[in-house]
């Protein structure tokens, strides 16, 4: 299961990012071979220094007919000449190559966020609720981030064994016997550090788990700081997340362990596998020396570049488990995708009805032959008590919730068949909870959408915010700090007003728009959206009295009154 894990990362990082993946392995190929290339100049250098003059060196010839073949006379300066030449190559290619990394690792990290968030934000909402903010936000945050660096690591081990074969093809030139034993003396080294490399594995997994869980947990004990502080329970809840804690320890120490042994001890054993393959060639195979320190040069080469390899390994390993946690999250979104295959268009000029709708959750029965009209140029307020489906109704309205019986009609047609993207673009929707970015008001407004000046500074003055605004340094420019904590509650909610009036919709929904208001600004803002009504349909979802009083139609859950 661990090896599928592995090629099935592989498999996603280069088949997703092909065309860069192939241009990098490509460039590391070249890097290699010319690598080889300048290796095996050395060799001259080696049998000159300690063969017999007298007796001919087939190796040697060997290598003076490859230079001849390429019209260079194999002459000590030109000699010299090459290895510089090839390694000046190499270091270009590679850096070529490094350079192709480090675009592949910032466009992975970059374009997994944008695909995850892309797939939340296309995800059923009822999908979409159930999730943990904590690991949404592990994800996007840091998960990406690691699914970046994985791929530089792991086209850092794919550059290890590309120049390990380089060298194992090059070595057949100079003897089977170096192609014989670096295949067998590289595979033994493979096998004995294996367990290393699945334990620092393991163990990325093991953390990338905890890790999701305990960032799910602080995310929540962030959120819910207030009560925890005000009940004395601090410390009771810190300790729950410190046992979470625990076991991302746990997980660090093996994989410290694992990566320290590898360090440790994977060199002395390489230096015991050369002195052995040095002693059998010179003593049991009586190999000439001239031949043999060739061969040991490679050799170590050889040996040296799966030991990258490996390394490169582990370190990927203690990453893997994050990117597979992302790849999951990834693959689990994608699958619940809203259905918006209707294509039936629809243009509020009436009314927006439901008609005998019935909705379940499990067991619980939410809705049950539920049925109300919005009209445009009214203000219906939907009363109830907690829990009695508010929200729900206004949920299935916007189309995020589909009924078990009944239907959702615009303008007489079911939004079941309805493409439910183009009616949306006719919804303005102002939530309970303050939704603002640590940004200008002018993005707060547009939302990235396409507006101009005039129609943000005509949403304002709709939603009552233009004079404030106005008196701001920076106008529509100016910063509103994280979650709006730059302004007053009733100024937050108006600029959330006029967020939802900037498209001019066709219906506007106020799902508890005013709660924790001051009655003074409640007022205010309820007769802003009293005077916007002629031009479309209003929705407040809410209980508050001063709702009701301006309200032309009320629903209560169970009656109307009118």
């Given at each position: 299961?661990?090896?599928?894990?592995?090629?099935?990362?592989c498999?996603?990082?280069?088949?997703?990012?092909?065309?860069?993946?192939?241009?990098?392995?490509?460039?590391?190929?070249?890097?290699?071979?010319?690598?080889?290339?300048?290796?095996?100049?050395?060799?001259?250098?080696i049998?000159?220094?300690i063969?017999?003059?007298?007796?001919?060196?087939?190796?040697?010839?060997?290598?003076?007919?490859?230079?001849?073949?390429?019209?260079?006379?194999?002459?000590?300066p030109?000699?010299?000449i090459?290895?510089?030449?090839?390694?000046?190559?190499?270091?270009?290619?590679?850096?070529?190559?490094?350079r192709?990394?480090?675009?592949?690792?910032?466009?992975?990290?970059?374009?997994?966020?944008?695909?995850?968030?892309?797939?939340?934000?296309?995800?059923?909402?009822?999908?979409?609720?159930?999730?943990?903010?904590?690991?949404?936000t592990?994800?996007?945050?840091t998960?990406?981030?690691?699914a970046?660096?994985?791929?530089?690591?792991?086209?850092?081990?794919?550059?290890?064994?590309v120049?390990a074969?380089?060298?194992?093809?090059?070595?057949?030139?100079?003897?089977?016997?170096?192609?014989?034993?670096?295949?067998?003396?590289?595979?033994?080294?493979?096998?004995?550090?294996?367990?290393?490399?699945?334990?620092?594995?393991?163990?990325?997994?093991?953390?990338?788990?905890?890790?999701?869980a305990?960032?799910?947990l602080?995310?929540?004990?962030l959120?819910?700081?207030?009560?925890?502080?005000?009940?004395?329970?601090?410390?009771?809840?810190v300790?729950?997340?410190?046992?979470?804690?625990?076991l991302?320890?746990?997980a660090?120490?093996?994989?410290a362990?694992?990566m320290?042994?590898?360090?440790s001890?994977?060199?002395?054993?390489?230096?015991?596998?050369?002195?052995v393959?040095?002693?059998?060639?010179?003593?049991?195979?009586?190999?000439d020396a001239?031949?043999?320190?060739?061969?040991?040069?490679?050799?170590?080469?050889?040996?040296?570049?799966?030991?990258?390899?490996?390394?490169?390994?582990?370190?990927?390993?203690?990453?893997?488990?994050?990117?597979?946690?992302?790849?999951g999250?990834?693959?689990?979104?994608?699958?619940h995708?809203?259905?918006?295959?209707?294509?039936?268009?629809?243009?509020?000029?009436?009314?927006?009805?439901?008609?005998?709708?019935?909705?379940?959750?499990?067991?619980?029965?939410?809705?049950?032959?539920?049925s109300m009209?919005?009209?445009?140029?009214?203000?219906?307020?939907?009363?109830?008590?907690?829990?009695?489906?508010?929200?729900?109704?206004?949920?299935?309205?916007?189309?995020?919730?589909?009924?078990?019986?009944?239907?959702?009609?615009?303008?007489?047609?079911?939004?079941?068949?309805?493409?439910?993207?183009?009616?949306r673009?006719?919804?303005?929707y102002?939530?309970?909870?303050?939704?603002?970015?640590?940004?200008?008001?002018?993005?707060?407004?547009?939302?990235?959408?396409?507006?101009?000046?005039?129609?943000?500074?005509?949403?304002?003055?709709?939603?009552?915010?233009?004079?404030?605004?106005?008196?701001?340094?920076?106008?529509?420019?100016?910063?509103?700090?994280?979650?709006?904590?730059?302004?007053?509650?009733?100024?937050?909610?108006?600029?959330?007003?006029?967020?939802?009036?900037v498209?001019?919709?066709?219906?506007?929904?106020?799902?508890?728009?005013?709660?924790?208001?001051?009655?003074?600004?409640e007022?205010?803002?309820?007769?802003?959206?009293?005077?916007?009504?002629?031009?479309?349909?209003?929705?407040?979802?809410?209980h508050?009295?001063?709702?009701?009083?301006?309200?032309?139609?009320?629903?209560?859950?169970?009656?109307?009154?009118?």
């Open positions: 299961m661990k090896r599928m894990n592995f090629w099935r990362t498999h996603f990082i280069f088949s997703e990012y092909r065309y860069h993946s192939t241009a990098m392995i490509l460039l590391l190929l070249l890097a290699g071979l010319v690598e080889s290339v300048g290796a095996i100049s050395v060799v001259p250098l049998a000159i220094m063969s017999d003059q007298d007796t001919p060196d087939p190796l040697l010839s060997k290598i003076e007919d490859l230079f001849m073949g390429v019209g260079v006379n194999p002459t000590l030109n000699v010299l090459v290895i510089t030449m090839a390694m000046l190559a190499k270091a270009v290619l590679t850096l070529l190559a490094q192709q990394v480090g675009y592949v690792e910032a466009e992975v990290s970059t374009r997994l966020r944008v695909r995850l968030l892309d797939c939340l934000l296309r995800a059923d909402w009822s999908f979409f609720v159930e999730q943990p903010s904590g690991r949404l592990y994800a996007l945050s998960e990406c981030t690691h970046g660096n994985a791929l530089r690591i792991l086209a850092l081990a794919t550059s290890y064994l120049q074969a380089v060298y194992l093809l090059v070595g057949l030139f100079i003897s089977w016997q170096l192609l014989v034993a670096g295949l067998l003396f590289g595979g033994l080294l493979m096998f004995a550090f294996r367990a290393m490399v699945q334990m620092v594995r393991l163990a990325g997994v093991r953390q990338a788990a905890a890790l999701n305990m960032n799910t602080l995310t929540d004990s959120a819910g700081a207030k009560p925890l502080k005000v009940m004395n329970v601090e410390q009771h809840f300790k729950h997340i410190k046992g979470q804690a625990n991302c320890e746990e660090a120490r093996k994989r362990v694992g320290g042994l590898m360090h001890v994977q060199e002395p054993v390489i230096t015991v596998i050369m002195a393959g040095l002693y059998g060639a010179y003593a049991v195979m009586k190999m001239a031949l043999i320190l060739p061969m040991a040069f490679f050799f170590h080469r050889i040996l040296s570049r799966l030991s990258s390899f490996q390394h490169s390994l582990q370190n990927y390993g203690t990453l893997e488990g994050s990117l597979m946690s992302l790849i999250k990834i693959e689990d979104i994608s699958m995708r809203e259905n918006r295959s209707g294509n039936g268009r629809v243009v509020l000029e009436r009314a927006v009805e439901m008609r005998d709708v019935s909705l379940c959750y499990g067991e619980k029965q939410v809705l049950d032959s539920f009209m919005v009209r445009v140029g009214e203000i219906t307020a939907l009363s109830g008590p907690s829990g009695a489906g508010k929200t729900t109704v206004g949920d299935m309205i916007t189309g995020l919730l589909s009924p078990s019986k009944g239907a959702v009609l615009v303008d007489g047609v079911d939004l079941a068949g309805a493409d439910i993207g183009a009616w673009e006719q919804i303005g102002v939530p309970q909870e303050v939704f603002l970015f640590n940004d200008s008001i002018r993005l707060n407004i547009s939302l990235g959408r396409e507006c101009s000046d005039e129609d943000i500074w005509t949403a304002l003055e709709a939603a009552g915010a233009r004079g404030f605004v106005e008196l701001l340094s920076g106008g529509l420019d100016s910063l509103v700090g994280e979650h709006g904590r730059s302004l007053s509650g009733g100024q937050k909610q108006r600029l959330m007003i006029a967020r939802a009036m498209a001019r919709p066709r219906l506007l929904i106020l799902d508890e728009a005013t709660t924790g208001l001051d009655v003074k600004t007022k205010e803002i309820w007769a802003s959206v009293s005077a916007m009504k002629n031009n479309m349909a209003v929705l407040a979802v809410s508050q009295e001063a709702v009701i009083d301006v309200a032309d139609v009320v629903v209560r859950m169970g009656g109307r009154e009118g």
